[in-house]
Every structure is written in structure tokens, then in C-alpha cells.
């Protein structure tokens, strides 16, 4: 097993309607307004980005993120990484209910070496902090879809 790849699926049940939900997500830009562990959101270009995150734990992921699909009408956002983890990452946005269901899906490779040092002994807190950032990250995009 390689102890530094992960791979997460996080569903996230909103009210508010696809269309509301895929437009917030696809700026990502913005994230750092309602999701308080995206610590800084940077724009290079029209398909490019850097993002920086840090959740419960003393130490921060940066990333450089580039689109690899967006596609409003499938309800697709899915974004190649690399920097402290290369990988993928996407969300799919579909009706549920009187709502949304946004389902986020992520794998990646941890390359940070403080994670990596630790990888065996920390995996559990890891999954822990990330499953903590979901979390508030669902709690800040509803209350923004609210406003």
C-alpha cells in the first residue's frame, strides 16, 4: 500500500438548485469567502490557479490547479493538481430531491514532505483533518447559496 495516496468521495446534500450550486463551485477563485480551510484562492489564467489550504493541523498544502472539464450541462468541475499533492479532483452537481447533491471526488498523491515523513503513523489524523475541511467546507457553501 502506498501510505501517501489517498482517495476521498464526499456527498454534500444542499437546497439550493444545480444550476445555484454549480455556479459557486466553479469559482474557485472565491472559495476562500465561504470555505474557511481555503486559506487563498489565485487566478494565473482563464484555466489555471493556485490554491492554499489549512484545516485543524499545523501545516498547509499548496497547489497549482488546472481545469481539466467543466461542462454545466453535465454538471461536471474537474480539475487536474500538482504541487504538495498531484492528482485530481471533481465535482459533479445533479438534482436530489428538491435540491442538489454535489458529490466531491479526489485522489491524489500526498507530496508535502512533513505528511510524507509521517504518513504511516498520521494517516488516520490526515483523514480525520480532511473529513473536518468537508465538513465546514459544506456548512460555508450553504450559507452562501442562503445569502
Given at each position: ?38 486559506r ?35 454538471g ?22 428538491t ?19 509521517f ?29
Open positions: 500500500m502506498d501510505w501517501c495516496h489517498y482517495r476521498f468521495r464526499t456527498v454534500w446534500d444542499l437546497t439550493a438548485s444545480p444550476d445555484a450550486v454549480f455556479a459557486v463551485l466553479e469559482r474557485a477563485e472565491e472559495y476562500p469567502r465561504w470555505w474557511p480551510q481555503v487563498e484562492a489565485t487566478r494565473i489564467d482563464d484555466r489555471t490557479g493556485t490554491l492554499r489550504f489549512r484545516s485543524l493541523l499545523p501545516y498547509e498544502l499548496v497547489v497549482t490547479v488546472g481545469q481539466a472539464r467543466r461542462d454545466a450541462a453535465a461536471v468541475l474537474e480539475a487536474a493538481m500538482t504541487g504538495d499533492m498531484d492528482g485530481w479532483a471533481r465535482w459533479t452537481v445533479r438534482p436530489h430531491g435540491g442538489t447533491r454535489a458529490v466531491y471526488e479526489q485522489e491524489v498523491e500526498v507530496r508535502k514532505a512533513l505528511v510524507r515523513r504518513a504511516v503513523p498520521g494517516r488516520p489524523v490526515f483523514i480525520a483533518n480532511h473529513a473536518l475541511m468537508m465538513r465546514a467546507g459544506r456548512r460555508g457553501l450553504a450559507a452562501a447559496l442562503a445569502v
